[in-house]
């Protein structure tokens, strides 16, 4: 008995066959034609459960198809397959309503939990749930390549567990975006995702601000006050760089790992807490171990499972895509029509190491849509403050004026010069967080506010103004 009827379109007979033996060994029937206007017309006269196309097919193309499918029979899953070259297709083709894509040359696995996904959300009518629908999500939202491919197998493993999972990677590769599609892909999915940036709070602060307080625990204590841990209770609680505790917390989290329980400041009661933890940090939490900055004993309760973010630098596939959802998005914010990028524009992109990963590839983009017109070239996108080789900077010269300065006077002037363009561009990059720049530079929080205050940088000049979407996880 078939589980499910599906129509195959793609101009590559071989794939075709390939496909109906693959669906076939999995009780699918299917039906192969292998243009638009035939599609179309079979969609019109039959009974299906799902279509798998190929963007690219004669007569018409498969997005274009997925449109005449979607208005004829709008209750009907698409599934798109696109290629590695088209690296807007994917953002394209589920903008335009496919349920779910996958990429060539895919794997069997893949092919067949699409499609099985999209018949459940057609017959159920309801929303997928656990770890059914992460590649597609971290595709989505992350890129095409086979890096991210490898990074949802990882999710998928660990999302439908309690385990405590280390999140490693640098800053700005979506640690935050990953955390969140583990707690979306578990069983605690409907339940609190509360996140905090341990680095963002100062130590005196930050045991009211995990473990809340009792009323006249200290002075401006009028009301008890719920910390992290109790409005994630039943849910997930995410902290950022926890790599920034002292060892002296550290000890006090993990008593509460051990024990389950929280002691609110000023109580005198343990209080119960139900919460699945995951943590992230932009620094080797091994290394730091071994350094004597983060206890042996909490990495090991932390680390029951890991993931490291590779870097967006080498996913040449990704930055493309990635650069082109923050076109499409950029576009609508400041309503313009920017049309794409020259291809030297794409060059540029592609070789660029991207210190700040997708953080600062956002922002060249909107930067670039803000100077351009009609396409994006080299010239608008502009990475001239920090330079492909980590620790280099552009140093400015005093050529032509030596003679009214003293080589002590050059040096200075030139360390305040270098100084004053990579705190604007790095605290444009973290989008104004302070304490994002101090981890990113290897610097402590005071000595930041002390610089910007030195040399009057008030904020970031970003040159679009920022509205949130789901990239601004990263």
């Known amino acids: ?26 009780g699918y029937e299917t039906v192969e034609v292998y243009d638009g206007h035939t599609a179309l017309n079979f969609i019109q006269h039959n009974w299906l459960d799902a279509v798998l196309v190929d963007v690219q097919i004669p007569n018409m193309s498969g997005i274009e198809l997925l449109k005449q499918v979607l208005y004829e029979k709008p209750d009907l899953p698409v599934i798109m397959m696109t290629g590695y070259a088209g690296v807007a297709d994917a953002v394209a083709v589920m903008k335009a ?14 092919v067949i939990r699409a499609i099985r996904c999209a018949l459940q959300v057609c017959r159920l009518g309801c929303p997928l749930e656990g770890g059914l629908q992460v590649e597609s999500e971290l595709h989505k939202r992350m890129g095409p390549s086979q890096t991210i491919s490898h990074l949802a197998a990882d999710v998928r493993r660990v999302a439908h567990t309690d385990f405590t999972v280390v999140l490693q990677g640098e800053t700005g590769t979506g640690k935050s975006l990953l955390a969140k599609v583990i707690h979306e892909a578990s069983p605690r999915a409907k339940q609190p995702f509360v996140v905090m940036d341990c680095g963002a709070i100062p130590e005196t602060l930050l045991e009211s601000e995990l473990f809340g307080y009792e009323k006249g625990a200290f002075t401006g204590a009028n009301r008890y006050k719920a910390g992290q841990f109790k409005l994630a209770q039943q849910g997930t609680l995410f902290l950022d760089e ?92 400041t309503n313009k029509t920017v049309s794409g990028f020259s291809k030297g524009a794409e060059n540029l992109l592609k070789n660029y190491s991207w210190p700040g990963n997708v953080r600062q590839l956002r922002m060249a983009v909107r930067r670039a849509i803000l100077l351009s017109d009609e396409v994006i070239t080299e010239e608008h996108i502009q990475l001239h403050s920090l330079n492909s080789k980590k620790g280099e900077v552009e140093i400015i010269s005093l050529s032509g004026q030596y003679e009214d300065f003293s080589l002590k006077d050059i ?46 940088i008030s904020h970031p000049c970003c040159a679009v103004t920022e509205n949130k979407t789901i990239s601004d996880i990263f």
């Open 1 to 26: 008995m078939s589980v499910g009827k599906v129509l195959l379109v793609d101009d590559d007979h071989e794939i075709c066959q390939m496909l109906s033996v693959l669906l076939g060994a999995h």
């Open 97 to 110: 309503g496919a349920i779910d894509y996958i990429v060539k040359p895919f794997r069997h696995e893949h």
């Open 242 to 333: 926890i790599g920034n505790m002292s060892l002296a917390f550290q000890m006090k989290l993990l008593c509460v790992l051990q024990e389950k329980t929280i002691l609110p400041l000023g109580g005198n009661k343990r209080l119960p807490v139900d919460v699945r933890l995951l943590v992230a940090s932009n620094q080797d939490l091994s290394r730091a171990v071994a350094e004597g900055t983060f206890r042996e004993d909490l990495y090991y309760r932390l680390n029951e499972f890991s993931i490291y973010l590779p870097a967006l630098r080498g996913r040449s596939k990704d930055i493309l895509y990635l650069a082109e959802n923050f076109r499409i998005e950029s576009n609508k914010d």
């Open 411 to 456: 040096i200075r002037k030139n360390t305040e010069s270098v100084e004053r363009k990579v705190l604007t561009e790095v605290l444009e990059l973290t989008q104004g967080n302070k304490a994002k720049a101090a981890r990113l530079l290897q610097v402590d929080y005071k000595t930041i506010h002390t610089k910007l205050k030195k040399y009057g």
